[in-house]
Structures are given as C-alpha cells and as structure tokens.
C-alpha cells in the first residue's frame, strides 16, 4: 500500500507519517515530498524532521543535494519512482509525505517529462544571452516561459530541446497525457484544519523558528553557498536575508514571512483539493489517529 500524506504547511504531517510508520509493521519506506527539504544545510526554515529523530534515517529524499543546486519536479519525479519501486518489489508499504503537491502528483500519476534531448543541436544558441534566449521560449511556450526565471538558463534550454525533439512545446505535450494513477493500492489523506486555527499555528511556527535559530542558519547558508534558484524559493530565507542586508527591519522580515506562509498555505490548499481524486480528507490529526488504529490494528 502506498499512503500519501498531504496537507498545507504546519498541518502535522510530518508528525502523522511518524504515528504512521509506528503502527505499520513491515518497516515501510518513508519518502520525503517537500520541495525544499530535499537541501542539506536548509532545516529550520523548512521544518525538516531533526538528524537526532531516530526516523530521520529512515527518509528517501531527503537532504539530497545542495542549496547551490537547482532541483526540479521531473528530477523528484524520478527519485521517487525508483524509490516506490524498490519498495514495492521488497513487498513494503510506501508513506509517501509532504507539502509540495506538484512533486506528489507528478510521481503518483502518468506525468511524463523524460523527453530524450540529449542528440538535439543547440549550439546554434551559444550566442544567445539569458534574456534573448527567454524572449525565444516566450514565442515558443509562454506558459512555460512564465514558469522560468530568464536567469536559469539551463532549464530554457531544456524547454527549447523538448520542443526541437518533438516539433511541439512541453506545454502542448502535456495536455495530451491523461494524468492518471499509475499504482494500485494508493490511499491519500489531506489533512486541512480549519482555516483560523491553521493561520495560528504558521504564525506561532515561524516565530519559533525565529527563536530556534533561523538568523543563524540563513547566515550559515549564504556564507558556505550561492542559493541556487530552486532553493531561493523555500519561504523565510529571502526575507532574512533581506533583513541581513538591512532592507527589512527583522519585525517587517518575520511578518513578511508569516503572510507568505499563510497564502502558500492557501495555495496548497486549493491545489489538494483539486488535483487529486478519492481523497480522504480530516480536519484534525485526532480522526487521522482514530483511522489508523481502526483500519491498521
């Protein structure tokens, strides 16, 4: 069986994966799906499980690459197959959790992204700076141009070689797939408290991750490495660094933080709700509990 932990930030999903993994006695593979826990070095921000929890041994995907390191879904997607595969030839249950639910659903259904590009000229851009080269894509794909900062030259060159291979644009690709589950047994719980009670628990979140050590953390991260793209999306370290750099005073930072949270929160919300099917839903972490003990004991 592959159980699949979603909800918005600051829900306790990782907290209900551990409940989980204790009632499950075949040592299930417990597979991380936040986006931006997958970056060593990058914990409290992310509200990463802590290296001391015995379960942290026990994650896939988890502190896998650098915060120098752009990470994209179709490279999780990847990951994250080869890691249920694994599971299901060792007959082990899968716990497959996280907040990211693009990566979730790229993963569970028939999302393809493995173009093969690797034969396809492109040397005819070399010449091509940033900017010329996302005003191409933007003729070619806007809808992915949109998706792509100009900066991040690499991922414009794929979308231009997806569309060289295939003689259509990555978004046109696509639409044709049918996005369906491609595993059987999966059960997907969404965990959604009640929209107050949620927007205090960010708040109350990321003032302890203020008091745990986020200012120092941030300071770590840009003195050992240049953020990459990716990692400078994760919520909270652009705004301390920009408090670092005295462009925000550190109360402005915290509830710029705060707000940017509680609307990715509804972003995630919004996106479980809709994008995947036979979900089952909970209010609270109490009735997810009363589930487990009544289908699994």
Avoid at 72 to 80: C, G, I, N, R, T
């Amino acid at each position: 069986m592959i159980y699949v932990i979603v909800g918005p930030t600051g829900c306790g999903k990782t907290h209900l994966a551990k409940m989980l993994y204790d009632f499950l006695n075949n040592r299930p593979v417990l597979i991380n799906a936040d986006a931006f826990q997958v970056y060593q070095d990058m914990n409290i921000g992310t509200a990463k499980i802590s290296v001391d929890d015995p379960l942290y041994s026990e994650y896939k995907l988890l502190d896998i690459i650098k915060p120098c390191q752009n990470f994209s879904v179709m490279e999780f997607q990847k990951l994250a197959r080869k890691e249920i595969d694994n599971a299901i030839k060792q007959n082990r249950d899968v716990i497959l959790v996280g907040g990211t639910g693009l990566y979730i659903r790229a993963t569970l259904y028939d999302y393809q992204f493995n173009v093969e590009t690797e034969d396809i000229d492109l040397s005819f851009f070399d010449t091509f700076n940033n900017d010329d080269l996302h005003c191409l894509l933007k003729q070619l794909d806007p809808v992915e141009a949109n998706k792509i900062h100009p900066n991040n030259r690499k991922r414009v060159m794929r979308a231009i070689s997806i569309i060289k291979a295939n003689g259509e644009s990555k978004t046109n690709l696509l639409k044709k797939q049918q996005h369906q589950m491609i595993y059987k047994d999966v059960k997907i719980f969404f965990i959604n408290p009640p929209r107050e009670k949620l927007y205090q628990i960010i708040n109350k979140r990321v003032d302890a991750m203020i008091k745990d050590g986020l200012i120092d953390e941030v300071k770590n991260l840009v003195s050992k490495y240049h953020l990459s793209m990716t990692a400078q999306k994760a919520i909270g370290y652009s705004e301390i660094i920009s408090f670092l750099e005295n462009k925000l005073s550190l109360k402005e930072a915290i509830e710029l933080i705060k707000k940017k949270t509680r609307n990715y929160a509804k972003r995630q919300i919004t996106f479980f709700k809709h994008q995947f099917d036979s979900i089952i839903m909970y209010n609270n972490i109490d009735d997810f509990l009363n589930y487990i003990q009544e289908a699994l004991l």
